[in-house]
T-cell receptor, first 115, second 117 residues
């Protein structure tokens, strides 16, 4: 596709439910990143994928958060037993390579609201 | 630890004027990349400009230029001839290495720019 696509764009869920967020990166981009942005704040790094591998999971806030990527393409971020503090915009980004000069291209995000 | 500091939570500029958004960074890596992103109220993150740590010249991209002062560890964004559409949040970010041989962007807290008539 032309850009990074995320779905759903908005998700309202009840506390305690599980949610799954999807990211379709730009075709051919090897690196994929998940960030979280709380209202009025900066971007908080969650996890990155190099191909289908996630070498560093230390940014995930708790063990309720998990992510996977398949076929060096689509990635899903799963939040189990959602809490109100999980409410945020979840942004996915991809880059062509892992080189330091390769910019990240972001999707429009999924706005998650936990009631 | 590496970090990015943006000390201006909000800035105002008049249309057609130039504005400088400050960014300082801290890293012990000799090789790094610095990025600026724009986030309008719609929420999308738009890549503006990149500066590599070994680049000899300041990066420019249309009305955007980066005032890179390596010794001072600053990478200020200059927007010339401001337009109303420039009103947005601006984030400075640095590419840093992470476990596994990869890297990630670490973002500053952002500067909210408002362009006025």
């Amino acid at each position: 596709g032309a850009g990074v696509s995320q779905s759903p764009s908005n998700k309202v869920t009840e506390k305690g439910k599980d949610v799954e967020l999807r990211c379709d990166p730009i075709s051919g981009h090897t690196a994929l990143y998940w960030y979280r942005q709380r209202l009025g704040q900066g971007l908080e790094f969650l996890i990155y994928f190099q191909g289908n591998s996630a070498p560093d999971k230390s940014g995930l806030p708790s063990d309720r958060f998990s992510a996977e990527r398949t076929g060096e393409s689509v990635s899903t971020l799963t939040i189990q037993r959602t809490q109100q503090e999980d409410s945020a915009v979840y942004l996915c980004a991809s880059s062509l390579t892992m080189d330091s000069d390769s910019p990240l291209h972001f999707g429009n995000g999924t706005r998650l609201t936990v009631t | 630890a590496q970090k990015i500091t943006q000390t201006q939570p909000g800035m105002f500029v008049q249309e057609k004027e130039a504005v400088t958004l400050d960014c300082t960074y801290d890293t012990s890596d000799p090789s790094y990349g610095l990025f600026w992103y724009k986030q309008p109220s719609s929420g999308e993150m738009i890549f503006l400009i990149y500066q590599g740590s070994y680049d000899q010249q300041n990066a420019t991209e249309g009305r955007y230029s980066l005032n890179f002062q390596k010794a001072r560890k600053s990478a200020n964004l200059v927007i010339s001839a401001s337009q109303l559409g420039d009103s947005a949040m601006y984030f400075c970010a640095m590419r840093e290495r992470v476990t596994g041989g990869g890297n990630k962007l670490t973002f500053g807290t952002g500067t909210q720019l408002k362009v006025e008539l």
